[in-house]
């Protein structure tokens, strides 16, 4: 359930930034997300470095949750501007 949840904010996020970009513009902003997506595929070798420094998973957890809280409040803005 988190999986489908956490996976399912992709196409709304690019649908709505495709939606409040100009299309000559649109080009570069899909390049910016492949980037971020780039970036997630190392996330997991970060984890377990993290976990093996720790000892744990609990830290690599309460890490991840403060990532999420930061892009979910990073998101907020997006429904005040985006055209209802």
Known sequence: LRGALMN????????????L?????????NSLQSLSMFA????????????????DYRFTFVVTAGIYTV????????LLIYPK
Request: glycine fraction near 18%; charge should be positive; aromatic fraction near 12%.
């Open 21 to 29: 970009v100009h299309s000559e513009m649109r080009g570069r902003w």
């Open 71 to 78: 892009g979910f409040f990073l998101h907020l803005p997006l």
């Open 8 to 19: 399912a904010r992709g196409p709304i996020g690019r649908a709505i930034i495709m939606d």
């Open 40 to 55: 997630w595929s190392g996330s997991a070798a970060l984890g377990g470095y993290l976990a093996d420094l720790a000892g």
